[in-house]
């Protein structure tokens, strides 16, 4: 990986920080709020729903600069997302097993720390595999004008022909 791809990681990497942990806490502070009116598993789907939406777009746009997120970017963000929401609810649901009762502030540390995880992996899993496919996805049609070169072969027997017939004068074939 040279430096430019490094640093550019590294950028993209502190932007999904920014914009991740941004919509991370305010999941978290919702998923508190509603919690209290409905199991947690429940309110954990409805927060991870809500806020992937809106994590998606802000990654699309601010975070890797694609602009606005299309079907395929959200449902790989949902896939992962999905597999963040089962690693979150299980952090959840072995910290409820292993107390009954647990303070807000313990709640708030698993929660936080599953999803700093599952954060890690999620943008690993959209740097490397989604957006390099939408890399390799721009470069393809690229390769299509390399037909273009064949028509100016045929070309070339013609203006040999007439320089041929004028001995070299290239005046005489203008």
């Given amino acids: 990986m040279s430096a430019a791809t490094r640093s550019g990681t590294v950028a993209a990497f502190m932007r999904f920080v920014f914009f991740g942990g941004g919509t991370g806490l305010a999941s978290s502070a919702v998923l508190v709020a509603l919690s209290g009116h409905m199991s947690i598993i429940v309110a954990n789907a409805m927060v991870t ?13 601010f975070t890797f600069g694609a602009g606005r997120a299309r079907g ?14 089962l690693f979150t609810t299980g952090a959840m649901l072995a910290l409820h097993a292993l107390q009954s009762a647990p303070g807000v502030l313990k ?26 496919k939408a890399v390799v996805a721009t470069v393809v049609p690229v390769v299509v004008p390399v037909v273009v070169p064949a028509v100016a072969t045929v070309a070339l027997p013609v203006v040999r022909e007439r320089a041929a017939l004028t001995r070299g004068s290239l005046v005489a074939t203008a």
């Fill in 107 to 132: 709640e708030q540390a698993v929660y936080l720390t599953a999803s700093g995880v599952a954060g890690v992996a999620r943008f690993l899993f959209l740097r490397f595999v989604v957006r390099s």
């Fill in 72 to 85: 395929r970017v959200h449902l790989q963000s949902a896939l992962s997302a999905g597999v963040s929401y």
């Fill in 49 to 61: 729903v809500v806020f992937t939406l809106l994590a998606t777009e802000l990654h699309s746009r």
